[in-house]
């Protein structure tokens, strides 16, 4: 992203504090980036949009109150919002704030070299100072999902939480790097907030790319596409949702691999992500969850857990670093399904049914900046390039174990350890960290023994859990 454009929507943000609430000012920021592209890309030459967007540019709106501009904006986005999804107004505060004050918002807006490049930089905005409500995925958790799944020219992804797009996005731009034309992509996404449903398809709009969205709901109860399937699902909902369920509808759903608990909605994403990919050998899925997930033994979400294994629908669980998401302090796990492991052109020459590759890169994160850290490239390089060599993609080299880092285990083996997926736990330690001899067999019988009463932790704890919520 280029220093100017952060440079100049920073300058004006600080403009109207104390005029506009911070929110509020990069709300009106987007809907101005809108308006400007479809200004610029409307064929119709003398267009509403392109009225519009000239006389916010001119003097003569500011010499009015606020509101006018916003007025003015929405008439201009009149055709897009009957194309695409209907827009939030903005408080009315607007109403008490002169159009002269918002000069440094349209001119940060019309300087910008590109509109999707200002965009981004907004949705960075929000990002770092979210302190509650919706919450964006950052771009190189995108990138590495996409990275894994591979979308192909032609196919269908899906989003059940799309937040701002970002998965979609960077799954358009996976199918355009391997030669897909723009409008090859067919995407799909749904949300809850209202928020996010239209973020995301003004974040659509300005990148140029077109896709079906659907909302305010939520896909676990009100599923936007409930007869479709898709090639590929990706998916960041929010982690352990207890107000998911409605009604008691959970109890009258189909679910596969057991009911999920009322209280915590994780195995109902980890369900509704399995079920929505394509039938064909080729369906796959990749979805985030807590690390708890991978480990839990509270009988239900064990039971689910257990089920998702033992019906080789889980593939890969890889376990991500501390702080990568704004709104997450743990680590967290990424889940790869797929509908079939056998050796074939797209998935690899390595027949994997009945294995599971568990990857911890818990410890690879990088501080950029005081309380965020990200996941490096040669990180996600690397997270990509096992899970390949584990398939027998093309080009890879042969797969093996590392210690510390990843580990190539049967479903049985799994079984025997109470289906626990969470790599940490899973991949061994690293070479060389434990000696030889007796000393090194008394720090394994002291290791399983602490794994053991961590068991009994949880399962104490779990038990608790459920009691309450039988009360």
């Known amino acids: ?3 100017a454009s952060k440079a100049s929507l920073s300058h004006a943000l600080d403009a109207v504090r104390g005029v506009l609430a911070q929110p509020d000012a990069v709300h009106l920021v987007m809907l101005l980036v809108l308006l400007r592209y ?5 064929e119709v030459r003398g267009s509403r949009a392109e009225q519009a967007w000239a006389d916010v540019q001119g ?4 010499t009015r109150d606020g509101h006018d501009v916003l007025r003015e904006i929405l008439l201009g986005l009149g055709e897009w919002q009957s194309r695409h999804v209907e827009l939030r ?5 607007l109403t008490d704030v002169r159009g002269s004050a918002l000069e440094p918002l349209v001119h940060c807006v019309s300087e910008a070299r590109e509109a999707a490049t200002l965009f981004e930089e907004c949705l960075e905005h929000v990002q770092r100072s979210a302190k509650g409500g919706d919450y964006y995925t950052p771009a190189y958790i ?3 999902l996409s990275g894994l799944v591979e979308p192909c020219p032609g196919e269908r992804v899906y989003d059940p939480a799309c937040g701002s797009g970002g998965f979609l996005l960077k799954a358009e731009e996976h199918m355009r790097a391997q030669g897909a034309r723009p409008g090859d992509a067919a995407l799909y996404g749904q949300d809850f907030s209202r928020t996010a449903v239209e973020t995301a398809a003004i974040n659509l709009t300005v990148h140029g790319v077109s896709g079906s969205l659907r909302g305010p709901a939520s896909s676990l109860t009100e599923d936007g596409f409930p007869d479709s399937t898709f090639d590929v699902v990706l998916a960041n909902p929010p982690f352990n949702q207890t107000a998911w369920s409605q009604q008691g509808w959970e109890r009258h759903h189909t679910w596969r691999y057991g009911v999920p608990p009322a209280g915590n909605a994780n195995f109902a994403w980890a369900q509704h992500v399995v079920s929505k990919m394509s039938p064909k050998e080729a369906g796959r899925a990749a979805l985030l969850l807590p690390t708890a997930a991978a480990s839990t033994t509270r009988p239900a979400e064990l039971r689910i857990r257990a089920g998702l294994i033992e019906h080789d629908a889980l593939s890969c669980v890889v376990e991500l670093p501390a702080g990568l998401l704004p709104h997450v302090r743990n680590p967290v796990t990424l889940w790869l399904f797929n509908r079939s ?6 998935w690899g020459e390595n027949d994997r049914s ?3 590759l568990l990857i911890d890169a818990s410890d690879t994160a990088v501080k950029v900046a005081r309380g965020r850290r990200v996941l490096p490239v040669d990180a996600r390089h690397r997270i990509e390039a096992t899970f390949a060599a584990w398939r027998g993609a093309r080009g890879h080299g042969p797969y093996e174990d590392v210690p510390g880092w990843c580990r190539s285990l049967a479903v049985t083996e799994i079984a025997a350890q109470d289906y626990d997926v969470l790599p940490s736990r899973g991949v061994g330690g690293t070479e060389g960290q434990v000696e030889p001899g007796d000393e090194r067999e008394k720090v394994g019988e002291l290791t399983r023994e602490l794994y053991g009463l961590f068991g009994a932790s949880r399962r104490l704890e779990d038990e608790l859990r459920d009691l309450l919520d039988q009360r």
């Open 1 to 3: 992203m280029e220093k």
């Open 38 to 42: 479809e200004a610029q890309h409307d």
């Open 59 to 62: 003097r003569g709106l500011w």
């Open 89 to 93: 107004d903005l408080p009315p505060v």
């Open 142 to 144: 995108a990138d590495l």
């Open 341 to 346: 492991k056998k050796d074939r052109p797209s």
């Open 354 to 356: 009945g294995h599971l």
